[in-house]
């Protein structure tokens, strides 16, 4: 069983930078890959970005590569997503999610089973 809990979201200017964090409990979060997912108002969710767990692996979806960054910290069970150069159309709420199986590196959120309950970015013009 993983527990996540997502905190950092705001409003930001355009250009602008937020930290969102994600604090995991449960046994089973040193071996899980990690993941951010977002959903814009009337879109479908997005992967975002993912880290394996040994952090050796991350692996980026093409409209944030270069300005995000994801990274985790086993000693504090928590991952975190530097997001940089936002833009309004980051504009979402965003979901810290675990694939508990520590085997895929995938996109999409069905392979995913545990997920915190989101926090809202917004970016604006």
């Known amino acids: ?13 355009a250009g602008g930078s937020l930290r969102l ?8 979060f040193s071996r899980s890959v990690m993941a951010w997912f977002r959903q814009a108002p009337g879109k479908e969710r997005e992967f975002v970005v993912g880290i394996s767990w040994s952090s050796a692996y991350t692996y980026y979806g ?15 069970n928590t991952v975190y997503l530097q997001m ?6 980051d504009t979402a709420v965003y979901y810290c ?3 508990s199986s520590g085997s895929r590196y995938s996109t999409r959120d069905s392979d995913y089973d545990y ?4 926090t809202q970015v917004t970016v604006s013009s």
């Open 1 to 13: 069983q993983v527990q996540l809990v997502e905190s950092g979201g705001g409003l930001v200017q």
């Open 84 to 89: 940089n150069s936002l833009k309004p159309e």
């Open 97 to 99: 999610a675990a694939d």
């Open 115 to 118: 997920w915190g309950q989101g």
């Open 62 to 76: 093409d409209s944030v590569k270069g300005r995000f960054t994801i990274s985790r910290d086993g000693a504090k």
């Open 21 to 28: 964090s994600c604090a995991a409990s449960g046994r089973t």
